[in-house]
């Protein structure tokens, strides 16, 4: 029997406020924070009425192994995981608690070599032909920021007028409130710089100054953005068979950056710094040679096979 929200509030109520206080000194978005509540809020339904203090790593892979059954993959799993080891180490930081099992507990193994979903260039090309809406100027950018400068849909949602120099030069607030400072195509960097000065979309009120703002002159929001760019990507994939079957997104529109960014030699450590990773293990699945180069690859000894194993 699982306990209700009124049930964990009365016993986990502490616990949860810190969490959700060290969260936002963090840095993490609201997106983010409501996964973690989410995945801890399930774990805490299973402990109840338990302790956390009498918590063991058995408790950690009991709650993986039930949302398994559920019919989560290793993915879901091993960020649920992550969850909790963010909940434990926020409760050992705020000196709440002094155990944190899930730091013990292992992340499942997921398939390595898997090849990010992108689009081809000439894809990328065709998107934009798709974009619809009264203010087409300000959506082009925002999905040419994602296609040729692989920023996240958050990273968009943060950027202020102010963080675009004249000389094209882009700060960009990342994951874990680190910033990196991208050097734009000087074509894209004149959009923005245009679309900001003609854009009838203005702030209407307050000091701040974002780069993309709302019909209602808010700053827009991360959800209209993804809803902005996923209906863009879904008139592109019905407009092209071989897109069909591949599950697109705003996200997909970063792997094509970083796609194209290996193919033209950039190496591993640029590119880690591009796309602003933390580690380079996340980098390093943009590695992997996708189909296009496996049969160059393999076109390029056909001419030094047996002349009679040809005529076979």
Not at 14 to 21: N, Y
Request: a positive charge.
């Amino acid at each position: 029997m699982y306990a209700t929200n009124h049930e964990l509030q009365d016993t986990y109520g502490t616990e949860l406020e810190l969490f959700g206080i060290w969260m936002k000194n963090q840095g993490m978005t609201s997106s983010t924070e409501r996964a973690y509540k989410a995945d801890v809020g399930q774990f805490l339904s299973m402990m109840h009425p338990a302790p956390l203090e009498q918590s063991t790593k058995l408790d950690i892979m009991r709650y993986l192994s039930r949302t398994r059954e559920a019919g989560a993959g290793d993915e879901a799993r091993n960020r649920k995981l992550s969850s909790l080891r963010a909940f434990y180490k926020a409760l050992n930081e705020m000196e709440q608690l002094n155990v944190n099992p899930a730091a013990l507990t292992a992340k499942s193994r997921q398939q390595k070599n898997r090849i990010p979903v992108y689009l081809e260039e000439e894809q990328l090309q065709l998107l934009f032909e798709h974009i619809e809406g009264r203010h087409r100027e300000r959506n082009l950018s925002i999905l040419l920021l994602m296609s040729y400068a692989g920023l996240r849909v958050g990273e968009i949602h943060r950027l202020n007028r102010h963080d675009l120099t004249s000389e094209g030069m882009l700060s960009v607030l990342g994951k874990g409130r680190k910033w990196r400072y991208l050097p734009l195509p000087s074509s894209l960097a004149r959009l923005l710089l245009q679309m900001m000065e003609t854009s009838e979309l203005k702030m209407k009120q307050g000091k701040e100054q974002p780069m993309f703002v709302s019909q209602l002159g808010r700053r827009l929001s991360i959800r209209m953005i993804q809803n902005m760019a996923d209906s863009t990507l879904s008139r592109l994939q019905a407009s092209l068979p071989e897109l069909s079957m591949k599950k697109l997104s705003s996200h997909k529109l970063r792997h094509s950056f970083a796609t194209m960014q290996i193919r033209s030699g950039t190496d591993i450590r640029t590119l880690q710094e591009l796309l602003g990773h933390a580690s380079i293990e996340t980098t390093q699945i943009y590695t992997h040679i996708d189909n296009k180069q496996l049969r160059e690859a393999m076109d390029s000894v056909a001419g030094k096979i047996p002349t009679w194993v040809k005529r076979g």
